[in-house]
């Protein structure tokens, strides 16, 4: 950014700021998904940015019965007043599906995002990776890479993106290298899986021998790498 913006001048490495204009709780859809709007963040869900264009984004987050919304956000913090929009509206109460990835009408279906969501810089776009808890029983897991695009608006079909595991769950650790793009994903199973954002390809780089060899040991550490 060239220069910033007026809120942001002065701030210090690692200090807060509050937004006031940044309030999600003022962006109503059309429709009103299944569960509460509490469910867009407090359901155990994560944000994705993009460090180019310093915009940050929050999509198909909810799952469980929390939420069932599987529309996307967005919000420009170049802007003098940052505010959350609306990209895209959610899918229609009767296309949901109970514990599937996708809604039927071939959208992904909303989950606890934990870590699961990643910008992806290289690719110009917004990648959700294998998860747990979709919308319905908390059960649903899905194994399947999925990935909206900012300037079409439009998640890509099921199936454009190659699977990651046979062992997703919620809570899976997942981290971005930020040079690459390529994003790195602990499963259930203690697999240590990567995909590669220029060949678009996932590798199981095998099994991950820490502590005590359980899943669980590294469930709630992932970073950047």
Known sequence: VATLPAWRQGLAIGEWVELPSADLRQVLRDIMPGGGYYGRIDAWNGFAADVVNNVVYLGAA???ADYAGNEVYAIDLTAAAPTWTLETQPSPASA?????PYYLDGLPSSMHTYYSMWF?????MLFRFPGGST??????NTPHIDAWDP???LWDPAGTHPDMGGAPTYETPTAKDLLTG???QVQGDNHLW???AASDTTEDL??????TGSFYDVYAAPAVV
């Open 62 to 64: 909810g799952g469980h």
């Open 182 to 184: 390529n994003v790195y």
């Open 135 to 140: 919308w319905g029983s908390g059960n649903g």
């Open 151 to 153: 300037a079409t608006l």
């Open 96 to 100: 949901y599906t109970i514990d599937e």
């Open 194 to 196: 990567v995909w590669d």
């Open 120 to 124: 992806v810089e290289p690719r110009g």
């Open 206 to 211: 095998g099994s991950l021998e820490l502590g």
